[in-house]
């Protein structure tokens, strides 16, 4: 079982930044990728970025060159560090879990966080 708390959002205003993050518990995370993705008000969730154990990461185009995923194995956390925001990022982000599959596909995550609403102003 594995247990993730997402937290850092809130409002920003366009071009702002937030920093989110999510803390992991119960599963060995240090080989573990991670991942972040963010569903808007009536849209379906989709793939913002991942990271594998060993620090390579991947992003959608829609925030690449803007959002930064990390993390720290030792505390067992994951980040998502998001800057020059848009309108557009206005959505619950949810932080997962890499059970098997491809790392862009949310049916490959089997572990989810409750989400963290993040919203950019004009």
């Known amino acids: 079982q594995v247990q993730l708390v997402e937290s850092g959002g809130g409002l920003v205003q366009a071009g702002g930044s937030l920093r989110l993050s999510c803390a992991a518990s119960?599963?060995?995370?240090?080989?573990?990728?991670m991942g972040w993705f963010r569903q808007a008000p009536g849209k379906e969730r989709v793939f913002v970025a991942s990271?594998?154990?060993?620090?390579?990461?991947y992003y959608a185009d829609a925030v690449k060159g803007r959002f930064t995923i990390s993390r720290d194995n030792a505390k067992n956390t994951v980040y998502l560090q998001m800057n020059s925001l848009k309108l557009e990022d206005t959505a619950v982000y949810y932080c997962?879990?890499?059970?098997?599959?491809?790392?862009?596909?949310?049916?490959?995550?089997?572990?989810w966080g409750q989400g963290a609403q993040v919203t950019v102003s004009s």
């Open positions: 997962a879990s890499f059970t098997g599959g491809s790392y862009f596909d949310s049916r490959s995550y089997g572990y």
């Open positions: 119960g599963r060995s995370f240090n080989r573990n990728p």
């Open positions: 990271i594998r154990w060993n620090g390579v990461s």
